[in-house]
């Protein structure tokens, strides 16, 4: 049974950092591409940034580049999101997934997906 469990969300003022993970179970997880995404109420789900299997490549939604950065440990099944500079329109849910094949940037081509971690950005 495969499992995503995202950890470290929370409440933290604008301004702050926060940094999610994601620990992968039931799953060659090197074998993977991992991706974050978020979704706001009354919002739909948006990419945030994704990794390649072996981490050698990164991608990122334009409007979150030099804020947020992704990385995973395939030693230790995990990924990672580090968040800087955090502003009151990231309060969202954060989910983490797997993607054996297919587009990155679309969500619909995941095959796992975790449960989610809040992140709220208070002003």
């Known amino acids: 049974q495969v499992q995503l469990v995202e950890s470290g969300g929370g409440l933290v003022q604008a301004g702050g950092s926060l940094r999610l993970s994601c620990e992968a179970s039931?799953?060659?997880?090197?074998?993977?591409?991992m991706g974050w995404f978020r979704q706001a109420p009354g919002k739909e789900r948006e990419f945030v940034a994704a990794?390649?299997?072996?981490?050698?490549?990164?991608f990122y939604a334009d409007s979150l580049k030099g804020r947020f950065t992704i990385s995973r440990d395939n030693a230790k099944n995990t990924v990672y999101l580090q968040m800087i500079g955090l502003k009151v329109e990231d309060t969202a849910a954060y989910y983490c997934?797997?993607?054996?094949?297919?587009?990155?940037?679309?969500?619909?081509?995941?095959?796992?997906w975790g449960q989610g971690t809040q992140v709220t950005v208070s002003s």
């Open positions: 990794i390649t299997a072996n981490g050698g490549n990164t």
């Open positions: 997934a797997a993607l054996r094949r297919g587009s990155i940037w679309s969500a619909g081509e995941y095959d796992y």
């Open positions: 039931g799953l060659i997880f090197s074998r993977y591409a």
